[in-house]
């Protein structure tokens, strides 16, 4: 009885602290993402480490490198940029810019987003490294004293993992990763903050470069992020049933320490359908495939507020069994998700994303244009 009461002590500790240590990162791959970010039991290759680590067992081929660089943006930031556009005398003095910020953009937050990755396997072993930020500016001249607003969100992972083929064709994974986050939250900031003067010196710099002066403007709240690091583990399982069928489960961040506590444990169970229709009559080399999904997803211990439904449907078409066209579209957690990739080695790609941040019940709907380019080898 003593090791059961000292294995409950721990995992109540576990579930206090991990109450305080925030949510894990979400990185999820792009298709995944595109399908509603479902994709538990249908996952494969290196993305697997960060859903569902049993998707890297099975056949595939004996190895494998991909790279990604994606950027994404908000509506609101095309407003931004229009105001921009119109008001660009103004930008290299930011009480000048504050002055002419345009009435329907005041406090209006514009989101901006950067993710870029390296990742490859060999056999059933693979390993990923992405950067994946998310950041967030505003301004306001609706108070006496000028206000501007700045976040960011960016978490790096450096993952490695392997999967395992059992009897009965049973697949079970598992990943260990660090992490290293910076994290500003969403705030205004007046002037009587210093985070104000760093940004108004950042906004004042001019550059050589009109884009990397761009991007340093809307990424300024890296200059005064928060520094977080931790290492967990992710565990996956999975079994491919007669028809097509497969169902899967994975328990991320158990456990994971991070900054001084836990991260809240996920647990995502999955149901996946997947057909291939064979050789295309005359181009023996071209098939076809559609692939659908359905998750659950909820944080441990059960949180009232974050049970999630996800689901999504691919189509696929493949030469010589590398993929060449990709459409997928899902719902995620009610929320419409779209996605479309083409090329051959080099592939370029679009995502919508639609998702609600912050907590309830103070949510607010955030939606993503994601373009990128992905070299898979």
């Known amino acids: 009885m003593k090791p059961l009461c000292l294995a409950a002590a721990f995992t109540t500790l576990l579930f206090a602290s991990a109450l305080a240590g925030g949510g894990g990162p979400q990185y999820r791959g792009m298709m995944v993402d595109a399908m509603g970010r479902s994709g538990t039991a249908s996952i494969t290759g290196p993305?697997?480490?960060?859903?569902?680590p049993a998707g890297l067992a099975g056949p595939k081929k004996s190895y494998g490198v991909e790279a990604v660089a994606e950027m994404g943006f908000n509506g609101v930031l095309l407003d931004y940029a229009d105001w921009a556009n119109k008001n660009s005398a103004y930008l290299n003095n930011l009480d000048s810019a504050l002055a002419h910020i345009d009435p329907v953009l005041e406090n209006e937050w514009a989101p901006y987003s950067s993710n870029y990755m390296l990742q490859g396997y060999f056999e059933e072993y693979a390993f990923s490294v992405v950067r994946d930020a998310h950041y967030s500016m505003t301004f306001s001249k609706a108070t006496l004293t000028p206000v501007i607003g700045a976040s960011i969100f960016s978490d790096m992972q450096i993952s490695a993992g392997r999967g395992y083929v059992l009897p009965d064709n049973w697949r079970v994974g598992i990943a260990y990763k660090f992490l290293y986050r910076q994290r500003a939250d969403e705030k205004l900031y007046g002037l009587n903050d210093d985070e104000y003067y760093q940004i108004k010196d950042t906004w004042g710099k001019k550059s050589s470069n009109a884009l990397i002066g761009g991007i340093d403007k809307i990424t300024v709240a890296s200059k005064f992020a928060d520094d977080q690091y931790g290492f967990g583990v992710n565990l996956g399982v999975s079994r491919p049933l007669p028809y097509g069928f497969t169902v899967?489960?994975?328990v991320l961040d158990l456990p994971t320490v991070f900054n001084g506590g836990f991260f809240v444990p996920q647990l995502n169970l999955g149901g996946s359908y997947a057909k291939d229709f064979g050789p295309t009559p005359?181009?023996?080399?071209?098939?076809?495939?559609?692939?659908?999904?359905l998750d659950w997803q909820c944080l441990l211990p059960d949180d009232p507020w974050f049970k999630q439904w996800k689901g999504g449907l691919a189509v696929n078409s493949q030469i010589h069994n590398r993929d060449v066209i990709s459409l997928a579209t899902g719902l995620n957690d009610g929320y419409p998700t779209f996605g479309a990739r083409a090329g051959y080695f080099l592939y370029a790609y679009y995502l919508y994303t639609a998702e609600e941040t912050g907590n309830y019940p103070g949510q607010r709907k955030l939606n993503y244009h994601r373009f990128g380019v992905d070299f898979n080898f």
């Open 282 to 293: 005359g181009i023996e080399a071209l098939h076809f495939n559609v692939l659908v999904n």
């Open 47 to 52: 993305s697997a480490l960060y859903f569902n």
């Open 248 to 250: 899967a489960a994975s």
